[in-house]
């Protein structure tokens, strides 16, 4: 065993017993390389990445490749979830020399932690173009003993040069109506309106756009956004990017079809998708959104949630195909031979239902289950008896590996998720769960200084400081709890995670953020970075937090850091608004409002009140917050100074500092959130 074996990640500890002699990235690990004056190998993977197995296996299990680094090289083993950014820093000098970057990340430093040379995945022996790892090795080896000047000034401009990407944000205004109008322009622009969602393969799944897609409709009343946001809802939920039997999505989509996905299935992409397909639902009352959600909210509650009452981050893309060999994505697909093994004579039926073929539509004519669009209707009492005995055959299969660290953030996207999706469709148990993860960060991730751990794992919270994306997306999640449940003591903790992004990530002259705190441990630069990759931007979420608590307590601090953070979606907004989109959707919560909507009865079992408070919940006003409870309460800002009416329950709807009439009708209610 090596240093790893004390790590918390799963990720480190799967390396934990190779021949190469790993470090954690740790001070020490530095030191060490300045003792032996050795150069740094920094490998950044993460759990369900499937190059980052193929590639352990292949050379950090080989005895002779973990020979030959532990003779010259500090090898440092880094997991991305844990540590963001480190992996952000690397990964922007590895884009910035390449072109391109991904998983695992191999990169080459000095002692000093100055990157020289990169790559991301190393084959054993050299292919397709590529150099073998030992190569690689051999070639880093000769520079860093013959040319130690070239590779100092190397490692010196591509230091300079990160520092000269700083982002140049002055203050500038909130996108307003134009800039909105842009987007959606630039976003139509890149449409795939034959197949859903934007661009080519791999395809990923928009969440952000399909919420700054909804929030337009709403507010502008714009057709082509809905359309858009539902048809690539549609496409995703018919295609294999969809669990067919067990419900979640996969990372990616490899085509552009949405048919063969990218197996693994993370928390966040399942949290943001069951909000986004809610969210639809609550717009259009699509029915196929109300199962997709429904179906993803228990997926994650069933497969992600962990004994401690958090969520897990992942599951793998491989897992053992039966006969020992982990296969990518062995628990998932199925031959029409397999079909007929489990069904029988309903074995056709399934195979026209989910698109199950001779020659396959994955690998070894093996198919992706899929709901492909075709004539005629099918029996739905007996779809549902193959879907149970499928599901009940595939539990039988050896299960995909489970990352089971809790990450802050995700959990905290998460708990929205769970919370909206369980008020919106009368289930108690998944506001539950929300709860319980909430309960989980407050207890375990939450410190006595309001500081957040970014991990935990089996009960221990992890060593790594909370970047600004766990205060934002926490943030996010405990609003919602406060608007589902009533209880203002999740207002309070939102309100202590967003001052210490005011104080510690905020720059005080320009207002920009930065994903790591003021007091946080130096990198070779602070990393800084406003646009959307698989989950919103720690910038955005931040601001879209910010926005909420301030339209819960009218705190003008915390208005005027959302609308100065907002400043560079003005900038981005139209030019790249794929990647902003969740900036763009926080833009049109703040030129609606957002809307502050108090919900006073006489108890909160009073079935008046309730009836009011869904209804307020249900309301497609962007980012509309809602209070709810008695009027004497003062777990709620908007609460105060809110009567009964006529003794009965009543909403009190109020933006930019006007208030409606209150009103007992529902109706009412309803209108003047959707006009």
């Given at each position: 065993?090596n240093r790893?074996a004390?790590e918390?990640?799963?990720?480190l500890?799967?390396?934990?017993d190779n021949?190469v002699?790993?470090w954690p990235w740790?001070?020490?690990a530095f030191?060490r390389?300045?003792?032996?004056n050795?150069?740094?190998l920094l490998?950044?993977?993460y759990?369900?990445?499937?190059?980052?197995?193929?590639m352990?296996?292949?050379?950090?299990?080989?005895q002779?490749?973990?020979?030959?680094?532990?003779?010259?090289?500090v090898s440092v083993k880094v997991?991305?979830?844990?540590?963001p950014?480190?992996d952000?820093?690397?990964?922007?000098a590895?884009?910035?020399a390449t072109?391109q970057?991904?998983?695992?990340?191999?990169v080459?430093l000095?002692?000093d932690?100055e990157?020289f040379?990169f790559?991301t995945?190393f084959?054993p022996?050299?292919r397709?173009?590529?150099?073998?790892?030992r190569?690689?090795l051999?070639g880093?080896?000769?520079?860093?003993?013959?040319?130690?000047d070239?590779?100092?000034?190397?490692a010196?401009?591509?230091v300079?040069?990160?520092?000269?990407?700083?982002?140049?944000?002055?203050?500038a205004?909130p996108?307003?109506?134009q800039?909105l109008?842009?987007?959606?322009?630039?976003l139509?622009?890149?449409?795939?309106?034959?197949?859903g969602?934007?661009?080519?393969?791999?395809?990923?799944?928009p969440?952000?756009?399909?919420?700054f897609?909804l929030?337009h409709?709403?507010?502008?009343g714009?057709e082509g956004a809905?359309?858009m946001a539902?048809?690539?809802?549609?496409?995703m939920a018919?295609?294999g990017?969809?669990?067919?039997?067990g419900g979640g999505?996969a990372r990616?989509?490899?085509?552009r079809?949405w048919?063969?996905?990218h197996f693994?299935k993370?928390?966040y992409d399942n949290?943001l998708?069951?909000r986004a397909y809610a969210h639809?639902?609550?717009?259009t009352g699509?029915?196929l959104?109300?199962?997709v959600a429904?179906?993803?909210?228990?997926f994650?509650v069933?497969?992600l949630?962990?004994d401690e009452?958090g969520f897990?981050?992942?599951?793998d893309?491989?897992s053992d195909?039966?006969?020992g060999?982990?296969?990518?994505?062995?628990?998932?697909?199925?031959?029409?031979?397999q079909l007929?093994e489990?069904?029988?004579?309903?074995?056709?039926l399934?195979?026209?239902?989910?698109?199950v073929?001779e020659?396959?539509?994955?690998?070894h004519?093996?198919s992706?289950?899929?709901l492909p669009?075709?004539?005629?209707v099918f029996?739905?009492?007996?779809?549902?008896?193959?879907k149970r005995r499928?599901?009940?055959?595939r539990?039988?299969?050896?299960a995909?590996?489970r990352?089971?660290?809790?990450?802050?953030?995700w959990?905290g996207?998460?708990?929205?998720a769970l919370?909206?999706t369980?008020a919106?469709?009368?289930?108690?148990?998944?506001v539950?769960?929300?709860?319980?993860?909430?309960?989980?960060?407050v207890r375990?991730?939450l410190?006595?200084h309001?500081r957040l751990?970014?991990?935990?794992?089996?009960?221990r919270?992890?060593a790594n400081a909370?970047v600004?994306e766990?205060y934002?997306?926490v943030?996010?999640g405990?609003?919602?709890l406060?608007?589902?449940?009533?209880?203002?003591?999740w207002?309070?903790f939102?309100g202590l995670?967003?001052d210490?992004v005011?104080v510690?990530?905020a720059?005080?002259?320009?207002g920009?953020?930065y994903?790591?705190?003021s007091d946080?441990?130096r990198?070779i630069r602070r990393?800084?970075d406003p646009?959307?990759?698989?989950?919103p931007s720690?910038w955005t979420?931040?601001?879209g937090?910010?926005?909420?608590?301030?339209?819960?307590t009218?705190?003008?601090p915390?208005?005027?850091?959302?609308e100065?953070?907002?400043?560079?979606?003005?900038t981005?907004?139209?030019?790249?608004?794929?990647f902003?989109?969740?900036?763009?959707?926080?833009?049109?919560?703040?030129?609606?409002?957002?809307?502050?909507?108090a919900?006073v009865?006489?108890d909160?079992?009073d079935?008046?009140t309730a009836v009011?408070h869904?209804t307020?919940?249900?309301?497609?006003?962007?980012?509309?917050?809602?209070?709810?409870?008695t009027?004497?309460s003062?777990?709620f800002p908007l609460?105060a100074g809110?009567p009964?009416?006529g003794?009965e329950?009543a909403?009190?709807v109020?933006r930019?500092?006007?208030?409606?009439a209150?009103?007992?009708?529902?109706e009412?209610?309803k209108t003047?959130l959707s006009s």
């Open positions: 065993m790893l004390h918390t990640s799963p990720y500890l799967q390396h934990a021949p002699d790993w740790s001070a020490e030191d390389a300045r003792e032996t050795r150069p740094v490998s950044v993977g759990s369900s990445c499937h190059w980052c197995h193929v352990a296996h292949e050379s950090f299990e080989d002779a490749t973990a020979e030959y680094l532990n003779e010259h090289f997991d991305r979830e844990e540590r950014d480190v952000a820093v690397y990964m922007e590895v884009q910035a072109g970057g991904g998983w695992p990340m191999t080459f000095t002692p932690a990157p040379y790559g995945y084959p022996a050299p397709h173009g590529m150099p073998s790892f190569q690689v051999e880093v080896r000769a520079a860093w003993t013959d040319r130690r070239e590779v100092a000034e190397v010196g401009k591509i300079h040069d990160l520092a000269e990407r700083e982002i140049g944000h002055q203050g205004q996108p307003g109506e800039e109008a842009q987007a959606l322009l630039g139509t622009r890149e449409y795939d309106a034959q197949r969602g934007f661009g080519g393969a791999p395809k990923f799944p969440s952000m756009v399909i919420e897609l929030r409709h709403a507010r502008t714009s809905l359309q539902a048809d690539t809802c549609e496409r018919r295609g990017l969809y669990d067919q039997l999505f990616y989509s490899v085509d079809d048919i063969v996905p693994e993370m928390l949290a998708l069951c639809l639902w609550r717009a699509s029915e959104a109300r199962r429904l179906e993803t909210a228990d994650m069933r497969e949630r962990t009452g897990a981050s992942a599951l893309a491989d195909d039966g006969t060999k982990h296969v990518e994505g062995a628990y998932y697909v199925w031959t029409p031979a007929g489990v069904l029988g004579a309903d074995a056709d399934a195979a026209q239902y989910f698109g073929t020659a396959g539509t994955f690998e004519g093996q992706v289950l899929q669009q075709q004539e005629g029996d739905a009492e007996k779809v549902e008896s193959v499928l599901l009940a055959e539990a039988q299969r050896p995909p590996g990352d089971d660290k809790v990450v802050a953030a959990n996207l998460a708990v929205a919370a909206e369980g919106y469709f009368d289930r108690p148990d998944l539950e769960a929300a709860v319980g993860a909430a309960d989980l960060l375990l991730h410190d006595d309001a751990a970014r991990t935990s794992r089996d009960g919270a992890g909370g600004l766990d934002g997306d943030a996010e405990f609003l919602a406060a608007s589902v449940t009533g209880e203002g003591v207002l309070e939102a995670l967003l210490h005011l510690r990530f720059d005080p002259e320009t920009a953020l994903d790591t705190a946080a441990e990198l990393p800084q646009t959307d990759n698989a989950t720690g979420a931040a601001a937090a910010l926005l909420g608590y301030a339209a819960h009218g705190s003008e915390h208005r005027t850091a959302a100065r953070a907002l400043g560079v979606v003005r981005l907004g139209p030019r790249v608004p794929r902003v989109g969740w900036g763009l959707a926080v833009a049109e919560a703040l030129l609606d409002g957002p809307r502050e909507v919900i009865g006489p909160q079992r079935s008046r009011l869904r307020a919940l249900l309301g497609v006003a962007p980012g509309a917050v809602v209070a709810m409870g009027p004497e003062d777990e609460l809110r009964l009416v003794g329950a909403a009190y109020c930019n500092f006007t208030c409606d209150p009103t007992t009708d529902p009412r209610l003047a």
